[in-house]
């Protein structure tokens, strides 16, 4: 049986154009079902109630009762601190000082430059070179300047931190730097009494001293002559 002429090509292409047409369609269809797919198992998924959570939370509490985890704890059969104070965050700043924790870094800008220049000179006594100090000092003094420049936001006028002579804080790291250092000689050198040295230099080269390193001396070779015989 005979094919029309172009009835091939023109078949293959209508076949081809369908593919491309319904392609999309497809793609969506899978993306639909596949996201039904998933609602699905989410609600099939077991959930706990607030009672079986409460329950939970008692089981594992039971066990580390068992286990001991409790036992001597600070602070247990006390009672609680602070409880008559009526500051609302007497519980945060317990957690500061007990923790010991650093909030320098949350501090405002003007604030925290005023911090800083009240740990001067006594923060600077670390710093061993003159121009390292000089160099922070310097340093301070732009940030309390760059801090002046922001813009001023309400009526009342901004707070300000006070900037700092640079020689007479140098003067100041000096006299610490020499204070530092002579406590540090003091207790790397403790002092001699020259009347003791002294006395121990007489008592050495007195006759009595002298015969007794001789004795010492003979008392050594006689022993060596001994061996080696």
């Known amino acids: 049986m005979s094919t029309p002429t172009g009835a091939g090509p023109e ?10 047409d319904e392609s999309p369609v497809t793609e969506q269809v899978q993306r639909v079902r596949e996201a039904e797919r998933r609602g699905q198992a989410g609600e099939a998924r077991p959930r706990m109630n607030v009672q079986q959570i409460h329950s939970w939370v008692d089981l594992e509490i039971q066990q580390a009762l068992r ?3 409790f036992d001597n704890l600070p602070g247990a059969g006390q009672p609680l601190k602070n409880l008559d104070q009526n500051d609302p965050d007497w519980w945060l700043k317990g957690l500061i ?51 002046r420049r922001k813009p001023v936001v309400g009526p009342n006028s901004p707070a300000v931190a006070g900037r700092v002579d640079v020689d007479e804080m140098v003067a100041q790291w000096r006299e610490l730097r020499a204070d530092r250092e002579r406590r540090i000689s003091e207790m790397v ?18 006759p009595g001293g002298v015969m007794a390193g001789v004795a010492v001396v003979l008392l050594l070779m006689a022993l060596l002559l001994w061996v080696l015989l």
Do not use: C
Not at 11 to 20: D, F, L, N, P
Not at 105 to 120: C, D, G, I, N, W
Not at 122 to 128: F, N, P
């Open 11 to 20: 078949r293959e292409t209508g076949h081809v154009g369908r593919e491309s």
């Open 189 to 206: 050198e403790p002092a001699v009494d020259p009347e003791r040295a002294a006395e121990d230099t007489r008592t050495r080269w007195s």
């Open 97 to 147: 000082e007990r923790e010991k924790l650093d909030l320098s870094a949350a501090l405002p800008t003007v604030m925290a430059l005023r911090q800083e220049r009240r740990s001067f000179p006594e923060s600077l006594a670390r710093i061993s070179d003159e121009v390292a100090v000089r160099e922070r000092l310097a340093d301070y003094n732009a940030r309390v300047l760059e801090d």
């Open 67 to 69: 286990r001991g985890e």
